[in-house]
């Protein structure tokens, strides 16, 4: 079964554009979760989705969106770049909602800002 | 909210000795995860241990769930097995169903 895959791999921006990264979960998974990992703060949870509904937001700005579609994959957005952005995100995927569905994890993308 | 503290935050080891990484939490969990993170960042999935003792090879976990720890052991370590070591916890009441991360043990093995 393949794992999560997500694209691109690395990204550059300035400030101010914004991006989109995507996120393809395990076939058969119906949740997706983001995260942003940087030195400063380490691993920060952005927001889950499951049925394509957003079920759970961390304590992130507005710039920071997301969706899932019906086939599960999911994108996230960030508008307005800022030089803090620059961070390793990483999209987990589960079988179900909740703490007794084991998370796993895609192999990142990298964005850098400029 | 929940609180994750691990320990030690770095480890330097000479091959083929043994380690012990600890994982403390501040309110009961429902589930928790061991990942090793490797050098391009991904991610890779451990245990998921809420409770009880699970073995994989050279690497065993322990999690005591009353008393609100983890421990991942890892035997005859090698150099493949450096890196940054993660716990993550989630509950319901604490964290919305969503993992909450330590800050990592950074393992450095020497051949």
């Known amino acids: 079964k393949a794992g999560v895959t997500q694209t691109p791999r690395y990204l550059i921006k300035t400030r101010g554009q914004q991006v989109t990264l995507s996120c393809s979960p395990i076939s058969g998974h119906r949740s997706v979760s983001w995260y942003q990992q940087t030195p400063g703060q380490g691993l920060q949870f952005l927001f889950e989705y499951f049925s394509e509904t957003q079920r759970n937001k961390g304590n992130f700005p507005g710039r920071f969106s997301g969706r899932q579609f019906s086939n599960s994959r999911s994108e996230m957005n960030v508008s307005t770049l800022e030089l803090g952005d620059s961070a390793l995100y990483l999209c987990a995927s589960s079988s179900g909602r909740g703490a007794y569905n084991e998370q796993f994890f895609g192999p990142g993308t990298r964005l850098t800002v400029l | 909210g929940i609180q994750v503290e691990q320990s030690p935050p770095d480890l330097i080891l000479q091959e083929g000795a043994n380690s012990t990484l600890r994982c403390n939490f501040s309110?009961?969990?429902?589930?928790l995860q061991w990942f090793h993170q490797n050098p391009w960042g991904q991610l890779i999935n451990l245990f998921y241990?809420?409770?009880g003792t699970k073995q994989n090879g050279r690497l065993s976990a322990t999690t005591v769930a009353t008393e609100r720890y983890s421990l991942l052991y890892i035997s005859s370590s090698q150099t493949t097995d450096s890196g940054v070591y993660f716990c993550a916890v989630m509950n319901y009441g604490g964290s919305q169903g969503n993992l909450i991360f330590g800050k990592g043990t950074k393992l450095s093995v020497k051949p």
């Open positions: 309110d009961s969990v429902n589930n």
């Open positions: 241990i809420p409770s």
